[in-house]
Structures are given as structure tokens and as C-alpha cells.
């Protein structure tokens, strides 16, 4: 069935090193696709999206692109700040029986050092 | 706009009891889903709603889980003979009528802990 992989962490760096968090995904189709993220102590809230190949979604410095070939979303930042510290999840909108329902990932925790 | 709200916010049960979260989605929201989300994981979909219409339910994780939404406005989740297993973050989400390239919007979530 439809599924999503996210790569394990924590992910720890210092201040503005290159952040990359991998996401892959088996779909029937082309999902629109998602990243939250979760700051400590707060709710999950929107990212970045992305609906179709080639699309870019892109807020807060972070980017990440819709890889059709690769079935890849991964989320990057060229230079990562102590606030970036957080749980970012990839949430593709996968098939559900009849539905289409934003399917997470198991996290990946950020650490950034200063 | 107040966002999705979830209460109560947190919840101490002793094995055996039945308990009741509720959510209530942003106003304007038709669609709402509910996760469990447990230490060190992503959420995982229980049910979801369009309007009051139940259209995915496959995924509750037994049959003392059950979720209502009577008039397409709020719902709530109901956990029958709770068990340890049980203990959890609970999250609501809802979002707009409208494509597949919808964002949802997420409750802070109801923490229940079965002792």
C-alpha cells in the first residue's frame, strides 16, 4: 500500500550548516505532498507543499522539491539556525481506502548547536 | 479564526474507563481527522470526516475507538475499556473544502494517560 519513509535522527549541527532531510514515498498517482514541522512545546503546523512535478514549496529558508522520478520530497536548508530546532515530519496526502489523508512520517528531531 | 481546538487538553484514566475527547475544527473547515501519536513517532490516522459523513474509519485501532461528528461541526473520539496501550497524544485536524493540495490545520492535541 501506499506508505512514506522519512530518515531517522536526531539530525544534530551547528549554526548554518546544510540541512538535509530525506523523504521517499510509494503512491498510486502523484500525492500533493507536505512538510510540518513541530516546535517544542507547540502543535504541528504547515511547512512547506508541494502538488505536482518539479514543483518547488519554500518558507522560513526552507526548500524542498517534488521529485516524480524518485518518488523524493527532501527538505533543505543552506544554513540552519538554533530556532530551526524541532521535529519536522513529510506528509504526503496517500490513498486511504477511498480517501486521500495526509500520512506521516516518523519524524525527524533537529538539533542545532550555536 | 481561533484555530482547531481539542479538549480536554489532558486526560488521567484509570484502566477500564470509557473517555471523550472533543474537537472542534475551524469554522469553515468540512473535512477532520483524527491521529494518535505516540513518543518518538509520526501521527497515525484514525478516522476521518467530510462533513458529518464518516468516510474512513479502516484505520481505528479497535472497536472500543469509535468517533462522531452528529452535525458536521464538532466530533469527538470516544476509547471504550481503555487499556496502557492506550496512553497517548490524541490530535484533531481539519481543513477546507477543496483539492488534494489543502493544508491541514492541527489542535495542540489531548495527552491521555491510562494508569
Known amino acids: 500500500g501506499d506508505s512514506v519513509t522519512q530518515m531517522e535522527g536526531p539530525v544534530t549541527l551547528s549554526e548554518e550548516a546544510f540541512l538535509t532531510i530525506n523523504c521517499t514515498y510509494t503512491a498510486t498517482g502523484y500525492p500533493s505532498l507536505f512538510w510540518y514541522v513541530q516546535y517544542p512545546g507547540e502543535g504541528l503546523q504547515l511547512l512547506l507543499k508541494a502538488t505536482k512535478a518539479d514543483d518547488k514549496g519554500s518558507n522560513k529558508g526552507f526548500e524542498a522539491t517534488y521529485r516524480k522520478e524518485t518518488t523524493s520530497f527532501h527538505l533543505e536548508k543552506g544554513s540552519v539556525q538554533v530556532s530551526d530546532s524541532a521535529v519536522y515530519f513529510c506528509a504526503p496526502r496517500l490513498q486511504t481506502g477511498g480517501s486521500y489523508i495526509p500520512t506521516f512520517g516518523r519524524g525527524t528531531s533537529l538539533i542545532v548547536h550555536p | 479564526d481561533t484555530g482547531v481546538s481539542q479538549n480536554p487538553r489532558h486526560k488521567i484514566t484509570k484502566r477500564g474507563q470509557n473517555v471523550t475527547f472533543r474537537c472542534d475544527p475551524i469554522?469553515?473547515?468540512?473535512?477532520l481527522y483524527w491521529y494518535r501519536q505516540t513518543l518518538g513517532q509520526g501521527p497515525e490516522f484514525l478516522t476521518y470526516f467530510q462533513n458529518e459523513a464518516q468516510l474512513e474509519k479502516s484505520r481505528l485501532l479497535s472497536d472500543r475507538f469509535s468517533a462522531e461528528r452528529p452535525k458536521g461541526s464538532f466530533s469527538t473520539l470516544e476509547i471504550q475499556r481503555t487499556e496502557q496501550g492506550d496512553s497517548a497524544m490524541y490530535l484533531c485536524?481539519?481543513?477546507?473544502?477543496?483539492?488534494?493540495?489543502?493544508?491541514?490545520?492541527f489542535g495542540q492535541g489531548t495527552r491521555l494517560t491510562v494508569v
Open positions: 469554522s469553515e473547515h468540512n473535512r
Open positions: 485536524a481539519s481543513s477546507r473544502q477543496g483539492g488534494l493540495d489543502t493544508e491541514a490545520f
